[in-house]
């Protein structure tokens, strides 16, 4: 069930005198249970991408396909296209509305036309997957920190049992803790269902541990669409365009220019630690 983004635009303010073109050109495939991570500056058109994906945003020219369809076909079932691409909003407020967390997450589901009992089954088993605890489940969403707002508002995309799930900065505004718990969850979910995700990010460190493609996108085109290493390679062009590499990439060519034999191509901190200890290694031997 491969999304395809063929040749698409978007205009917004089209007609008038403050038309702003968010999307230029974008041609992108998107494969089956991929771990995608799309990044690029503010207002460099992630958020306008992801919003084409399930159809929230009609392209100005272009087409987008699921599975072999076209998404703005006149009798394309769209309520059944947002049930299989999950988007998770930046701030959950924005998708939390009801009484208590086990009512929102059942929302979902529950307008699937699904029974009581399985809805109900769906919605606790995706309030396990995100890691929130049963005491939690009857309390006002609002209540909740902002770790734990997200992680309701996954799983009530979850409960939905979607082919994609597309995130759209799940960390912002979080602790390294609470990012590390939310990113170690849903790695473990794509480890376990096979499921596709998007992650909208704009930290280059949780890109470059969890994803295995990166999209870069810079005015509204796509800049390097490659694996991390292959990306993170072009770190000068990166910083031209308001991004950079992970810390990491940095002290790895620091320690080559200052005479360390170490590769380069390192993004993450324990790539860097094994070709670090394989350098020193080198160079006990060398020195024997």
Known sequence: MSIILDHVDYVYGGDTALAVRALNDVSLVIPDGQFIGLIGHTGSGKSTLVQHLNGLLKPTGGHIYFNG?????SDYDKKKLRSKVGLVFQYPEHQLFEVDVFSDVCFGPKNLGLSKKETELRAYAALKQVGLEDEYF????????GGQKRRVAIAGVLA???DVLILDEPTAGLDPKGRDEILDQIAKLKAETGITVILVSHSMEDVAKYVERIIVMDHGSVLYDDTPKAVFSHYRKLEEVGLAAPQVTYIMQALRQSGMPVETDVTTIGEARDEILKALQRGSKSGN
């Open 160 to 162: 939905m049992k979607p």
């Open 138 to 145: 009857y309390q006002s969403p609002f209540d909740l920190s």
């Open 69 to 73: 369809e076209d998404i703005h076909d």
